[in-house]
């Protein structure tokens, strides 16, 4: 008979995240992305039998899923996406538990990791709401590489499988997905094995990715198809030339504009350099803090006891994963010249999957022999991460709400059979009008409809502002130009460097 009692850990970890996922959905009061718009529409679009690209976009997998629920439930869409956003963070806390389980961690190891990324405030606290596509993607690839892990450890075939098979639903989220499949298995080369076994652990990993690739020219020669034809998926082909295309288009652009502007002399000579140790920091940094502080200081203080308290073949890929992890940011970064921290929450996954360990290590650490700097440690760590985790929970400001509020305001004063002209995507989106694309109305399109007599039609009119001179310019501008109109109200983004102005007719 199992007794419940002994893993109280585990289903209380598990209870804790199912409620601070749903209340961190209830406090952002149906708060989207302008990505979000997109991917709704698309699933509009699917589930009334459509399946063909819309506005460029044909990685459509996570859309099909909104509308697969969709169609099934009777939910709306907004709601479905919800709902695969609860389904799929759950799928992350349990893989992030088992993978510390795999890695020789206890009940309580588990439920440290829990609360190690309940604690952090980007990817629970800014972006769950907004990242169901990539909540689908972690998932995945967390399941997967607890595969791997297995694999490396009890070396079966059906591991090596399963393991592929995660990659692959991963990679339907995200192409990225594709790069770990690519390159996550050579983390066995770094692994000892008995040699009778060493070929076995480097092919069987790649064991569907070699059926695939010979099934695949045949296919292609029979439906015809070109590298055009296969959507995102030609980004693996095309990623490295994209890369040189940038810096021959842009990034030795800005570093000549470093060297003469910036560096000077005597110390020309050395901008490439000072450019490339910049963007490395900046992926180093973003992968450091992308999970919050509380993992790295628990990493680092416990460095040397996380190791001896790990299954060497999960330390072994998990460390080789970071490392895929940081490089994968830095393409990405010299790819577009940006890096979202989302790109790179793997990262933080095994870095909580460490500090775990470290955690249980401080926790669980005789009190009487433990030296005062670990005990402040303790306590420091301790306030981290409760206030994390408050801050995650807590209601957002007034601020966050700005959109939603203002579009409320206009819907609730709005004569009948009268139209509003709301500015931004997502401002249409949450008023329920017609899509029109997920791109906001530059000011020269505002001034377009004022010119063409367009906006005569409306009785509200919002528009969205930032607090800068330039967007001072434009808006004196759009004064002067719009007749008939009043400022009615304004609405304030946070810190108030955002606004939107509801303008009303008059007369």
């Known amino acids: 008979m199992i007794n419940h009692h002994k893993h109280t850990p585990i289903y209380l970890a598990l209870f804790l995240a199912f409620i601070t996922c749903c209340r961190v959905l209830w406090i952002q009061h149906g708060w989207i992305t302008n990505d979000s718009i997109l991917y709704f529409e698309m699933?509009?679009?699917?589930?009334?039998?459509?399946?063909?690209?819309?506005e460029g976009y044909s990685w459509g997998f996570y859309p099909a899923l909104i509308a697969c629920l969709h169609t099934i439930s009777g939910l709306g869409l907004q709601a479905s996406a919800n709902l695969l956003i609860v389904v799929f963070f759950m799928l992350l806390v349990w893989g992030l538990m088992r993978m510390v389980s795999i890695a020789g961690g206890n009940d309580w190891t588990q439920f440290y990791a829990v609360v190690l990324l309940l604690s952090s405030g980007y990817i629970v606290g800014d972006i769950l709401p907004m990242a169901s596509r990539d909540l689908g993607y972690w998932a995945m690839m967390v399941h997967a590489v607890n595969q791997l892990i297995l694999f490396y450890q009890q070396g079966r075939w059906q591991q090596a499988l399963y393991w592929q098979m995660f990659a692959l639903l991963a990679t339907l989220f995200r192409i990225e997905g594709a790069i770990q499949w690519l390159v996550l298995p050579l983390a066995g080369f770094f692994i000892s094995h008995p040699a009778s076994s060493r070929l076995k652990r480097l092919v069987a990993p790649y064991s569907l990715l070699f059926v695939g690739s010979l099934i695949a020219p045949v296919v292609s020669l029979a439906m015809h198809m070109t590298l055009e034809d296969l959507g995102r998926v030609k980004e693996l082909f095309t990623g490295f030339r994209d890369i040189e295309m940038n810096f021959t288009r842009d990034i030795t652009h800005r570093v000549d504009n470093m060297r003469d502007t910036v560096i000077g002399e005597p110390f020309q000579e050395y901008a490439w350099f000072s450019f490339l140790l910049v963007y490395f920091a900046i992926t180093t940094l973003k992968c450091l803090s992308v999970a919050g502080w509380g993992p790295i200081l628990l990493a680092y203080a416990e460095k040397h006891s996380i190791k001896?308290?790990?299954?060497?073949?999960?330390?072994?890929v998990l460390l080789f994963w970071l490392f895929v992890s940081w490089v994968i940011g830095c393409l990405i970064t010299f790819k577009v010249n940006l890096l979202s921290a989302r790109y790179v929450a793997l990262f933080g996954f095994v870095l909580i999957v460490f500090a775990s360990f470290a955690l249980h290590k401080l926790m669980h650490h005789q009190k009487a022999t433990m030296p005062l700097l670990k005990k402040l440690l303790i306590v420091v760590i301790a306030l981290i991460l409760l206030a994390g985790f408050i801050s995650n929970?807590?209601?957002?400001?007034?601020?966050?709400?700005?959109?939603i509020d203002a579009v409320a305001y206009v819907k609730s004063r709005l004569p009948a059979g009268q139209q509003a002209l709301y500015s931004s995507a997502k401002q249409r989106f949450y008023a329920d009008v017609p899509y029109d694309s997920r791109e906001d109305y530059a000011w020269d399109d505002l001034a377009e409809r004022i010119a063409d007599g367009r906006m005569q039609q409306y009785s509200y009119i919002v528009v969205k502002f930032d607090d800068t001179p330039e967007e001072h310019t434009k808006l004196k501008a759009f004064q002067q130009q719009l007749v008939g109109f009043q400022l009615d109200k304004t609405f304030y983004g946070h810190k108030q460097k955002k606004q939107l102005l509801v303008f009303k007719r008059v007369g």
Do not use: N, T
């Not at 929970?393 to 959109?403: L, P, Q």
């Open 43 to 54: 699933a509009r679009h699917f589930a009334m039998g459509d399946p063909h690209p819309f």
């Open 308 to 316: 001896k308290s790990m299954q060497p073949a999960a330390y072994q």
């Open 393 to 403: 929970i807590k209601a957002k400001d007034a601020g966050f709400y700005y959109e």
